[in-house]
């Protein structure tokens, strides 16, 4: 069962001097739609997306989490025009691993050929010399983590890193035996997968990173595409005079010190509220009730 844990708002990835808030910003959403094809091409309005980016930035937050295949090209593209040349503590991290197909279609692109190439796309469009932090997205599903060795790829990461063209290694989309195996080639300092307060399938994986000081960064926090929607949830935001996403956030935050959250937006005002859950505290009776949520309804989240 979850527990409470140390309210620090910073985290350090091990064995680097990169100090992050724990409450970043995931710039997926910074991407349009075509159609049925999400995150695809630019989004409506590019100078909102340039001031959203550039208030996250001016808000304190200086870990910002993307990928070249949002869009693809255009979220890292605007990232690049929004905040360029960087401020010296900002954290970029990317994800590498995967393509887009031509109907919006997310392929696996594991070949070290193919991961060479997304670097070297990140780069151009980040307009970076070396990528700080990328993630390796295992493929193997895209919806879920799935059984594999995945030494062949972990071991083109680590050439990309003797390459000097990236400098530390996440992955994502994992196993707890494919994080064991990652971490026996290279030093892993992040593990990015979905987790949220009614899907919690890594509870077991998140203590034990958190015991080697490994970041964990949960994708989809509010639930993604389909937002989290609990009767509980709804109870205690009240209770608490904030909003469910607010109440949400915060509960990972105080999940455990090592969760690095990145809620994404296209919205300024919605970035301020999210913004707002690191300073909102949850009461020991209303934790409980929220860490009752999956075990009273398996499809409290849709």
Known sequence: MPQTSSSSHT??????????????????????????KMVWGPPPDV????????????????HIDTSDFYGPHTTNQIIKEALSPYPRDLVIVTKIGARRGTHGSWLPDPSPEGLTRSVHDNLKNLGLDVLEIANLRVMFSPQHPVEGSIEAQVTAMAELQQKGLIRHIGI???????VAEARRMVPIVCVQNHYNLAHRDDDALIDQLNQDGIA????????????????A????????????MQVALAWLLQRSPNILIIPGTSSVEHFRENL??????????VLAQLNAIPAASPDAAH
């Open 233 to 244: 949830l709804s109870q205690a935001a009240s209770h608490l005079h904030a909003t469910p």
């Open 47 to 62: 100078d909102r997306a340039i001031a959203l980016l550039r208030e996250v930035v001016a808000s304190g937050v200086n």
């Open 11 to 36: 985290f350090t990835f091990p064995g680097t001097s990169l100090t992050v808030s724990r409450i970043g910003y995931g710039a997926m959403q910074l991407a349009g739609r075509d159609g049925n």
């Open 276 to 285: 707002k859950a690191g300073d909102l505290q949850i009461p020991t009776q």
């Open 172 to 178: 994502s989309n994992v196993t707890p035996t494919q």
């Open 216 to 231: 964990y960064v949960p994708f989809f926090p509010l639930g993604g595409f389909s937002p989290l929607q609990s009767e």
